[in-house]
């Protein structure tokens, strides 16, 4: 009988230990939902940019040569005439007093052609000579002419690049760049100087790829300019035809409407009327209903006949202080998991958070203590033993 007891009880054991033990089923948790439902969101562009004048001329000599003297500095205005800089004006000296001496020659030689002329012209009058000889000695007249005009036209030649030896300001302005420093060798049309000429003024801002196609030629733009604080107005002159190599945006030129623009390179803030949009209905979530799911935005949805959640991907748009405007994945009436998204898992049952109402807690009594009589109850055992006693 004990073997019969024992071999039964060996076998629940055996069997008990080989039994799984259940899963421990998911807790339910409390989450916070909302609903989603449209609201008006105004959309505005704005972009910063430079103020810059409309003509930009960099200058530099018509020849080259050695600086040997630079007159204009960097923010300093020069006037339409003024001497800028200058290249060594030896060589080309030296060049026009060859082209001189190369007329006087040639001067010379015409003279003497002419002289000839007039003599055989007499003598062929008189029948001396042919009539082939004379046009020998018209031939060399014409030749010895030909030869002064081009010495002439050379000697202008040098005299011009004598005078390119100094660089001149074409119109007033103001220098924003200096580009070449006494002492260095340039060669010609290599910029010395930038000048930013007086007159209109435009702002110059870079746009990106996507929204380079909604700026059109004479739209209207607000200026707002930072160091004064004060508003402008604009129309759009120019529009780059290419992108940047470097940062793929494209340049926009506006040309301001004052008499009184912005010092040059003052940094001002352009709103496109272009671009702006007010009143439009779009759907918005605060961000703490966002999540990441790899490399998608994702926000859990509820299924209230079932209280689960399941996993929905969005796209952003953009962000409205502390919310995303939302531009698909999601429809007015739908409910969305607004706090605690980091805590949940696909098909997970919910229940919506309901605040409970604090209790009110009555104050505490006041316990008044005798510091008299405390101190005589803590001698009152001390005294005791010696009344005893």
């Known amino acids: 009988m004990n073997k019969t007891a024992f071999a039964v009880l060996s076998s629940a054991l055996l069997l008990a230990a080989c039994s799984k033990s259940a899963p421990p089923e998911e807790p339910v948790r409390a989450v916070k939902v909302m609903t989603v439902g449209t609201d008006s969101f105004a959309t505005t562009y704005e972009f910063a940019g430079e103020v810059k004048a409309q003509v930009e001329s960099r200058l530099g000599f018509r020849v080259g040569g050695k600086i040997i003297r630079r007159q204009a500095d960097l923010g300093q205005r020069v006037q339409a005439g003024q001497v800028l800089a200058q290249l060594d004006p030896q060589d080309y000296k030296l060049a026009a007093d060859a082209a001189r001496a190369q007329v006087a020659a040639a001067a010379t030689q015409r003279d003497l052609a002419s002289a000839d ?8 009058d ?7 000889e004379l046009e020998r000695r018209e031939t060399t007249l014409k030749a010895a ?8 036209s050379q000697l202008a030649v040098q005299g011009n690049q004598a005078n390119y030896a100094v660089l001149v300001a074409d119109v007033s302005g103001v220098v924003t760049a200096v580009e070449a420093e006494v002492g260095q060798v340039v060669a010609a049309g290599t910029p010395v100087l930038r000048i930013a000429a007086d007159g209109p003024r435009d702002v110059v801002f870079s746009v990106p790829e996507d929204k380079v196609a ?18 402008l107005e604009g129309k759009v002159r120019e529009v780059g035809a290419s992108a940047d190599p470097l940062t793929r945006t494209y340049p926009v030129k506006v040309a301001l409407a004052t008499r009184e623009p912005p010092v040059l390179g003052a940094t001002v803030y352009v709103q496109p009327q272009g671009l702006s949009a007010a009143g439009v209905q779009v759907i918005k979530l605060p961000t703490t209903a966002l999540r990441q799911e790899g490399r998608s935005t994702a926000v859990w949805v509820l299924d209230k006949a079932s209280m689960t959640v399941k996993s929905q991907l969005i796209e952003v748009a953009t962000a409205d202080g502390n919310e995303a405007v939302v531009a698909s994945g999601l429809q007015p009436g739908m409910l969305v998991v607004s706090a605690g998204v980091h805590v949940l898992s696909p098909g997970q049952k919910v229940t919506i958070y309901q605040p409970k109402v604090a209790a009110a807690l009555s104050p505490p009594a006041q316990i008044a203590i005798n510091p008299v009589a405390s101190a005589a109850a803590a001698t009152l055992p001390l005294a005791a033993p010696a009344a005893a006693k």
Request: aromatic share 10%; no cysteine; glycine share 8%.
């Open 214 to 231: 909604a700026i059109k030629v004479g739209m209207p733009v607000k200026v707002r300019v930072w160091a004064q604080n004060a508003g």
């Open 126 to 132: 008189q029948n001396f000579i042919s009539g082939a």
């Open 117 to 124: 002329y007039k003599r055989y012209k007499e003598l062929r």
């Open 145 to 152: 002419q030909a030869q002064l005009d081009q010495a002439q």
